[in-house]
């Protein structure tokens, strides 16, 4: 009796969600459909004014998608044995159709939607296939601006026209982002340049998003509590306004500039990994924003040799010297297998009772690989598929963890992401080389932050001894592992086989 009375509650309860939600899609395409007809009325008399422009609109379209999209995922899947392979190929469905019109919004409302829409499109590690994949192209379809528009932000900013500070200026942006886009232009002074322009209105309605987004995230987490997705809404009210500064921007771009000063790039597929180990583990001030679109690659004209140049320098991240130590000592673990250090660092990191999911997560490798060390195999497809069958399994183990780390370490998994998917497109993920380049930075990274400390000249020369000894060690593995992949090398192991094998 008692089974059947819970029963009841629960059929009850989810039918009055889905009320709530039909009632939602109701109002909301109401609203769209006056949002609609008003800003008609006002383009007509008009036309220079964008829908895009008014509140209603954008409101109105968030609130119609994310109702229609809730009662998809009430509706859909309510009649169909969980685990069956029905179940499975609609759930399927649902994600796919979802992440469309995901898609379609971010397009639609532009600006903030877009940036979001494209940090969502990283989260591998969180969101299903149909979602990262879906979302993923937002990074290549980002609004371009008229050029009126770009010659009105130019002179509200700056107080001159576009002929009054350039020679030259061309109309067609070089590229295209969800806040700015770029132009081609020569200075009074001869000297070609890349000029940034924020796409107009993006400032003014960034903050009115955010909150919208927050509404609307905080009403589905009532119809589904294991939706824990405020932390986006966090990172997004922390970073967006840092994004939206130019001037933070250049002083970015000004601080990597010189910390990196040293750096000359011969191969793209090695030292993509080399600089990012660098930025995180040793200086700890890191790019965060490294999807394909803001890496290049030219040749040098000059010497011919191939250079890395990275883009869009307003999202960086600050790690603490506490943070970055740990990092490190929890990445030295991970490639040499050491599990109870593992656990250690991990709960240092604030990943709890987790630490698997959490060494899982920042890998992105399954358990057994990081237990048996993840520089000793290549990522498999069955690895891979694994991966993302465990990762909409553990969501809300996920969220948790999520919400449980230090922010730091929210845009450090985007990152970390971002970057797998260039070295996947580069075939040089899980590479060797990509390990014994962390290695040498955390080794590097520790041992400075040891002489800090240390106020003794023997313990000082005692640590820089240790350093170089382990530097050389990782230096003769790294060549064995050439001389292993070269034309001589196999020579050699042959020859040794044989003579192995040898009666004689």
């Not at 609609?90 to 919004?105: F, M, P, Y």
């Not at 601080?255 to 040793?282: A, C, P, Q, T, W």
Request: aromatic content about 8%; some cysteine; glycine content about 4%.
């Amino acid at each position: 009796m008692l089974g059947g009375g819970l029963c009841f509650l629960r059929v009850k309860a989810s039918r009055c969600r889905e009320a709530v939600v039909a009632s939602m899609a109701r109002r909301a395409l109401k609203l769209v459909s006056l949002a609609a007809a008003s800003s008609g009325f006002y383009l007509y008399s008009s036309k220079y004014l964008d829908p895009n422009d008014f509140g209603a609109v954008r409101v109105g379209r968030a609130v119609a998608t994310t109702a229609v999209i809730t009662y998809d995922y009430l509706t859909s899947l309510r009649s169909v044995p969980y685990g069956s392979q029905e179940y499975a190929y609609l759930k399927s469905q649902v994600h796919l159709r979802s992440a469309e019109r995901l898609r379609d919004l971010c397009c639609a409302n532009r600006g903030t939607f877009i940036k979001v829409g494209q940090h969502l499109g990283a989260l591998d590690y969180l969101l299903p296939e149909e979602y990262t994949r879906t979302l993923k192209i937002l990074h290549s379809q980002a609004p371009q601006s008229s050029m009126q528009e770009i010659e009105q932000v130019i002179r509200e900013d700056l107080g001159k026209e576009i002929k009054e500070l350039f020679v030259s200026f061309e109309d067609t942006p070089l590229g295209a982002a969800s806040l700015a886009q770029v132009h081609k232009a020569v200075l009074q002074d001869g000297r070609t340049v890349a000029v940034k322009v924020q796409h107009p209105k993006v400032q003014a309605q960034s903050s009115r998003d955010i909150l919208l987004m927050e509404i609307l995230l905080l009403t589905v987490k009532q119809i589904f509590p294991d939706f824990e997705f405020m932390w986006l809404v966090d990172e997004a009210k922390k970073n967006l306004p840092l994004e939206l500064d130019f001037l933070n921007e250049g002083r970015n771009a000004e601080k990597v500039s010189h910390m990196l000063k040293d750096f000359d790039f011969l191969k793209i597929s090695r030292n993509l990994g080399k600089l990012y180990s660098e930025m995180i583990f040793v200086n700890g001030f890191v790019h965060c924003d490294p999807h394909p679109g803001n890496v290049l690659v030219r040749k040098c004209p000059a010497t011919g040799k191939a250079h890395i140049i990275l883009l869009d320098h307003g999202l960086y991240q600050v790690l603490t010297e506490k943070f970055r130590l740990d990092y490190c000592r929890l990445w030295q673990s991970l490639i040499k297998a050491d599990m109870k250090r593992v656990q250690k660092y991990s709960r240092r990191l604030g990943a709890g009772d987790l630490y698997p999911l959490f060494a899982c997560m920042l890998t992105a490798r399954s358990w057994d690989s990081v237990n048996k060390g993840i520089d000793r195999s290549p990522v498999t497809a069955n690895e891979d598929v694994e991966i993302r069958t465990n990762a909409a399994a553990y969501l809300p183990q996920i969220s948790q963890l999520l919400n449980n780390v230090p922010r730091q370490m929210l845009l450090l998994l985007k990152t970390n992401d971002l970057l797998r998917g260039i070295e996947s497109a580069l075939h040089t993920r899980a590479s060797s080389s990509s390990f014994l380049n962390m290695s040498r930075c955390c080794i590097r990274a520790v041992s400075t932050y040891q002489r800090s400390k240390s106020h003794s000249l023997y313990r000082k020369a005692k640590i820089s001894l240790l350093e170089a000894l382990s530097l050389w060690q990782i230096n003769l593995h790294e060549l064995f592992l050439r001389l292993k992949g070269s034309r001589l090398g196999n020579w050699v192991i042959a020859f040794l086989s044989r003579m192995h094998h040898s009666p004689y």
